[in-house]
């Protein structure tokens, strides 16, 4: 490993290990939790959306690719400067500058303002990994990987249920109130977190592009790293592609369902998602690569189920449990390999998986929005089966004898 990969400390400094008390752990969860539903409000009021701005499918399709797409630029762009400039303050004006996307979506009278603001709510949604890593700093040695297991299952809760909210809530009352209710969140959350977080001085003064450096040559020496992104930015663009476009499918015959209902089926996915930790002890017994076998194996079936039943209710339903289930435990395969190779790079690594990650939504969301468009739920549904396909086969092809740990070393962690 390069000299320039190993001169950044990861890990925040200046902050007394162990002083995370439950009530901190508690604050920090609800607060990653809410920051992770902003990002996805959107998608069951597109439909609403569409109709209030005079837009096209496709057009509205931009709003959760742009949002996806900051997400990546965020995680890249600003995340990094964690470990370089006190970590306070830096969360405090990304959680104010989050709440002014918010606002400004909500405001939106055109196209251009709603696009900036779903653009910027992903650009600062990145605030969430830099308190998944003060949680880890705060931690215990020994209770890490529990405050980390933790705080990221606050993550996937408000992913999961920010599609019943904005459903509920857009449903009743429209989809600015909906907006306008988060960015008021995410103004008291930034008081909140002003009065419980710690202050932190980093002791590293390490020039911005001396950070990017160490990004680029991480991607070029990790083949595992690589790998792993795209097999995360694939699932992830075909749940996307999904999710942007349910609505305009039960929108229609046979369903003729609105927002609510489209929010209502988000709780399938919650239910989807909680047998990923399944999939995740198989991950630490046998290995990743085997439970991302198993995760992608689920993706394709769950789109093959959608196209042959996806217009009978029970069909639906549990092509959105397996689709969820796969995806989750697609993202927990992927996290554990790449927390293996580098626990002096964990951050970064994580950085450039979650970016490839969130950019894979993103270009989900845009291609997803066109199959709609042009071919309907079975080119929406062939899009699906294809993305995973193409997984299934990158797993295949990948030629781990040189590079993978070995199996042993997986039952010891």
């Not at 194996?297 to 689709?323: K, N, P, Q, S, Y």
Request: aromatic share 6%; charged share 10%.
């Amino acid at each position: 490993m390069s000299v320039e990969l190993g001169s950044v400390n990861p890990h925040m400094p200046n902050i007394q290990r162990g002083s995370l008390t439950g009530v901190h752990l508690a604050i920090i969860m609800v607060a990653t939790a809410m920051i992770a539903a902003d990002r996805y409000y959107c998608q069951p009021l597109l439909a609403e959306m569409s109709r209030n701005l005079h837009l096209t499918p496709s057009m509205t399709g931009l709003v959760p690719t742009l949002t996806q797409g900051g997400i990546a630029f965020g995680l890249l762009l600003l995340v990094p400067l964690g470990d370089t400039v006190e970590l306070r303050k830096l969360i405090l004006c990304l959680l104010f500058a989050l709440g002014c996307a918010l606002a400004i979506t909500a405001a939106a009278t055109n196209a251009a303002m709603l696009f900036t603001g779903s653009l910027m709510i992903g650009v600062f949604a990145s605030v969430s990994q830099l308190l998944v890593g003060l949680a880890a700093a705060l931690a215990e040695p020994s209770r890490r990987g529990q405050v980390v297991g933790t705080v990221t299952a606050g993550l996937l809760i408000g992913v999961l249920s920010a599609r019943t909210v904005a459903g509920l809530v857009g449903g009743a009352f429209g989809w600015r109130v909906m907006y306008w209710t988060a960015a008021v969140g995410m103004a008291g959350l930034t008081i909140v977190m002003a009065l419980v977080l710690p202050p932190s001085r980093p002791q590293l003064a390490i020039p911005y592009p001396q950070l990017v450096r160490s990004l680029i040559a991480l991607i070029r020496e990790q083949r595992e790293l690589r790998e792993a992104s795209v097999l995360g930015a694939l699932a992830f663009a075909a749940m996307n592609a999904f999710w942007t476009t349910l609505i305009f499918f039960i929108a229609g015959p046979p369903y003729h369902y609105g927002a609510t209902a489209a929010g209502m089926l988000g709780l399938a996915g919650i239910a989807g998602a909680l047998g990923a930790p399944i999939v995740g002890r198989i991950s630490d017994r046998r290995g990743p690569r085997l439970a991302n076998l198993i995760a992608l194996t689920l993706g394709l079936l769950a789109f093959v189920l959608l196209l042959v039943a996806g217009r009978h209710v029970a069909g639906l339903i549990g092509g959105i449990l397996l689709l969820d289930l796969a995806t989750q435990a697609n993202l927990v395969s992927n996290q554990t390999l790449i927390y293996s190779l580098l626990p002096d790079a964990a951050n970064r690594l994580n950085t450039i998986f979650m970016a490839s990650y969130f950019a894979g939504g993103a270009a989900g969301a845009a291609i997803g929005s066109l199959a709609w468009q042009h071919f309907g739920w079975t080119g929406l549904c062939a899009l699906g089966m294809a993305m995973f396909a193409t997984a299934l086969v990158v797993l295949a092809r990948s030629n781990t004898s040189t590079h993978a740990m070995p199996e042993a070393q997986w039952t010891e962690n």
